[in-house]
């Protein structure tokens, strides 16, 4: 079976630059599914083969925190990694996101080798 | 705020700068900053994003509608037409980013910030106003010959 990746963020733009950059690092996946919050980030989990999350954290609806608290509460999707992709730097605000199963974060902006040096490890 | 401690004017040409040469490869010439009133551009898009916590304010990036184009297409790689969602989806992100980088300049100077979501309004001789008493800066940046604004208006909570 081959890799999938879902992108979490609730800016479209935001998606198809991550996309982008993933394909720039030379990283396939054999396919891309989309995500613009929280919630719809949990029913693709439920129907969807995925290997990794690539999530933001400031979203409506539900947040890239309230989407790891909820993930981790059921256990057929609770395994999956999560790559935080965000704006968001804080120690603490990651900190809470790597004590919910957060494997890493990114900053945004970014660089496709960023992408690479960081998401390259995990795959 | 002490200007002399904080330099945010410096601090929003580097925010923006480092957000197009890292995300849409251009390097953005920028105006000085300027205090108080004056520098506004004919706007056909804003994105604003507020901040509060230890300071509260509002960041805006002030676009004519050629620049949100040119923007956003060089952004996604491909020719953009018109005002669309995604024009305003992605000046948005740009208003984010920014105002992330922000952040990270305040939490050096010991203020903590937190971030709204964006909101882009769009449409023909517009402006925004509010936060009464509250100071602005704001500095003019220049992408293929045209000019676009990057705004924050700021108070900081006592």
Redesign the interface.
Known sequence: MGKNVLLVD?????R??VG?SLRQAGIDFDNIFEAADGIEALEILEKEHIDIVLSDI???NMDGISFLREKATRDNIKGIPVLMI?????DDIIGEAKSLGAVGAI?????PDKVNEVLGPLL | MNETEINIGQAIMDSTR??FS??LMVELKADEPIEGQGGEVDSNITSMLGLGKDIRGMLSVHCPGEVAKDI?GT???MEVEEID??VK??I??IA??V???L??FF?KHGR?IE???PTSVVGNSFRTSGMSGAQRVAVPFSMNGRTFLVELKYMENT
């Not at chain 1, 900053?107 to 660089?111: E, H, I, L, S, V």
């Open positions: 609730d800016s479209s733009t935001m198809k630059i982008r400031n979203m409506p965000s704006t968001e730097t804080g900053k945004k902006p970014f660089t | 480092e957000v890292t995300m956003t952004f996604l790689g969602e995604d989806d992605a948005g992100e984010n980013m105002a992330g980088n952040k990270v939490q903590d971030l709204a979501i």
